[in-house]
C-alpha cells in the first residue's frame, strides 16, 4: 500500500551527483514528500521534505515536478558514508492523523 | 538534546515470553509513532500515539500487540507470548507535533528462538 515506487538499488561516484528519482503518481494536494535515509540498519534519518516547491538544507536538495507526481533527490557531492537506503515517503493522513507510509527505498552504494 | 532513546537495543526471548520495548522521545516531543521493519524490506507502521492516547492503531496486529505511552515515562510496546515472526528491528520515532518531521530512535532487535 506504498504510494511511492523507487529503483531498487543505483551506484554512483564519490565525488558526483546522485539522483535518486521517486515516483508519486496517486499523490494528494496536501500530502508531503519526505526522504530518509537508513545506513546499515540504523535508525532512519532525516534528509528533507517538500509539498510542491524545490527545497534545498545542508545534506540535500528536493526537486519536485510541477504535477506533484514525482520528485528527484539530489546529494550534490556523494561520499562514500552516503551510502545507505534512501526512502521517499508520502505523508498521508489529516491534521492530527498523520503517518508515513513507506516504499521499499533505494540502496544506493557510492563507489571510491 | 538527546534524541530519541530505545531499549534495549537488542532482545533475545523465547517463543511464549513477553517481550517489552521502551521508547523515550526527544525533549519537547509529545507525538511517539512506532514502526517494524522485517530483514530487507522497508519500515512498516504500527502505531501512532500522543501523551495517553492511541491516535492510529491501523498497523498494529490484532492480537498480542499493544502501545502506551502514559503521561510520564516512556512509550512501551508490548509483545505477548512471541512466536519466531515477530523477529524484527522495532523502531520508535517522536515529533513535536503530530504531522510534523518524525526523527526515530536507533531501534530495538528482537530475536525470538
Known amino acids: 500500500d506504498a504510494k511511492t515506487t523507487q529503483p531498487p538499488s543505483m551506484d554512483c561516484a564519490e565525488g558526483r551527483a546522485a539522483n535518486l528519482p521517486c515516483n508519486h503518481s496517486?499523490?494528494?494536494?496536501?500530502?508531503?514528500v519526505y526522504w530518509y535515509r537508513q545506513i546499515h540498519s540504523q535508525g532512519p534519518q532525516y534528509i528533507i521534505h517538500g509539498l510542491k516547491n524545490n527545497e534545498t538544507n545542508e545534506m540535500a536538495s528536493l526537486i519536485i515536478t510541477e504535477d506533484r507526481k514525482s520528485s528527484t533527490l539530489i546529494l550534490p557531492h556523494a561520499t562514500l558514508r552516503d551510502t545507505a537506503v534512501y526512502y521517499c515517503?508520502?505523508?498521508?493522513?489529516?491534521?492530527?492523523?498523520?503517518?508515513?507510509?513507506f516504499g521499499t527505498g533505494t540502496r544506493l552504494k557510492v563507489l571510491a | 538534546n538527546a534524541g530519541v532513546m530505545q531499549n534495549p537495543r537488542h532482545l533475545v526471548r523465547r517463543r511464549g515470553q513477553e517481550a517489552r520495548l521502551r521508547c523515550s522521545p526527544m525533549k519537547g516531543h509529545s507525538h511517539v509513532y512506532w514502526y517494524r521493519q522485517l530483514p530487507e524490506e522497508g519500515l512498516k507502521f504500527m502505531v501512532y500515539l500522543q501523551k495517553e492516547n492511541i491516535i492510529d492503531e491501523s498497523g498494529m496486529p490484532k492480537e498480542r500487540f499493544s502501545a502506551e505511552f502514559p503521561k510520564e515515562g516512556p512509550s512501551i510496546l508490548r509483545i505477548q507470548q512471541v512466536v519466531r515472526g515477530d523477529s524484527a528491528a522495532y523502531f520508535c520515532?517522536?515529533?513535536?507535533?503530530?504531522?510534523?518531521?518524525?526523527?526515530f530512535g536507533p531501534g530495538t532487535r528482537l530475536l525470538v528462538l
Open positions: 496517486t499523490i494528494s494536494g496536501n500530502e508531503y
Open positions: 520515532a517522536s515529533s513535536p507535533q503530530g504531522g510534523e518531521t518524525q526523527y
Open positions: 515517503i508520502v505523508r498521508v493522513g489529516t491534521s492530527g492523523t498523520y503517518k508515513y507510509i
